[in-house]
């Protein structure tokens, strides 16, 4: 079951590594941290000059009992690739997940991703919203800098086998983040 959801992901990422050699390096550079539009969105408004990390405590405390979501990018200079994590936050579970991803330049200060990781889960009772054991996670995204040090993202992650029931989970994100 597992090998018959890798099997076409590992034939699309062949085919897009032939078409767009790793020399290609993807056009939206540097790392960032960002968070949720729901939970960030409002700090970022109130404190224009805040850095990322100055925003974590109060997105934490606007968010009240909906999960909580940061996103990282560490920028693999010279390389069209990118090391990430995602962070689900709520009270009775939580979930990192650690990942590489692939960056393809779609325009100036824009990329589209696409990438595999491994989300770690604690708190399996109650579960996450990528599930709800250890298991490998496939994802995809966009991002863009709309103004100097402040990116728009988006993205989706798929739990090939991270839910007990057998069920796959997805989850969507859309953020907002900050320049490191």
Do not use: C
């Not at 085919?15 to 020399?23: C, D, G, K, N, V």
């Not at 939970?39 to 970022?44: E, I, Q, S």
């Not at 090939?160 to 900050?178: V, Y």
């Amino acid at each position: 079951m597992l090998m018959r959801a890798i099997v076409p992901w590992g034939i699309g990422l062949s085919a897009i590594f032939l078409l767009f050699p790793t020399a290609v390096q993807a056009q939206l550079e540097g790392s960032y941290l960002g968070t949720s539009v729901e939970d960030g969105l409002p700090a970022m408004l109130e404190h224009p000059a805040a850095t990322p990390l100055d925003l974590l405590p109060e997105a934490t405390q606007l968010s009240g009992t909906e999960p909580l979501k940061y996103q990282g990018r560490l920028d693999l200079e010279g390389s069209a690739f990118s090391l990430r994590g995602n962070v689900y936050l709520d009270d009775e579970a939580a979930a990192i997940i650690p990942s590489v991803t692939y960056d393809i330049s779609v325009m100036e200060r824009a990329n589209v991703y696409f990438g595999g990781g491994y989300a770690i889960i604690n708190g399996q009772a109650q579960g996450t919203e990528i599930g709800d054991q250890n298991g490998f996670v496939l994802s995809a995204g966009a991002e863009a800098e709309l103004l100097p040090g402040t990116i728009i993202y988006g993205n989706t992650q798929y739990g090939i086998n991270t839910q007990a029931d057998g069920e796959r989970p997805m989850t969507f994100q859309l953020g907002i983040g900050r320049s490191l």
